[in-house]
Nanobody, 129 residues
Framework: QVQLVESGGGLVQPGGSLRLSCAVSGFTLDLYAMGWFRQAPGKEREGVSCMSSLDGSTYYADSVKGRFTISRHNSKNTVYLQMNSLKPEDTAVYYC??????????????????????WGQGTQVTVSS
């Protein structure tokens, strides 16, 4: 049974940092692509970042490039999202998700919610002074 459990969210001041974790079970990370999405109140879920299993390529939304970094620890079966220089507009529920049919070129499909097969329950990130 596939399970994804996010953690690491919380309240942080603008300019601060958080590291989100996504612990997965039921499959091994190096088989599939992993994505991070977020959803703010009243807005659609949007892709934040993705890491491909085929070649380790990483993808980022323009709004987080240079501030967020996706990584994975295969032996711990965990994916991370390091978030630096956080802004109030980063406030959202953050979700990790699994894409079980990765390809060598993941753009732009990595940003499409319907491409992902399994989702975690989400973790709240609030950026506020």
């Amino acid at each position: 049974q596939v399970q994804l459990v996010e953690s690491g969210g919380g309240l942080v001041q603008p300019g601060g940092s958080l590291r989100l974790s996504c612990a997965v079970s039921g499959f091994t990370l190096d088989l599939y692509a992993m994505g991070w999405f977020r959803q703010a109140p009243g807005k659609e879920r949007e892709g934040v970042s993705c890491m491909s299993s085929l070649d380790g390529s990483t993808y980022y939304a323009d709004s987080v490039k240079g501030r967020f970094t996706i990584s994975r620890h295969n032996s711990k079966n965990t994916v991370y999202l390091q978030m630096n220089s956080l802004k109030p507009e980063d406030t959202a529920v953050y979700y990790c998700a699994v894409l079980t049919s990765p390809t060598t070129k993941m753009a732009p499909r990595w940003q499409l919610v319907d491409e992902y097969d399994y989702w975690g329950q989400g973790t709240q990130v609030t950026v506020s002074s």
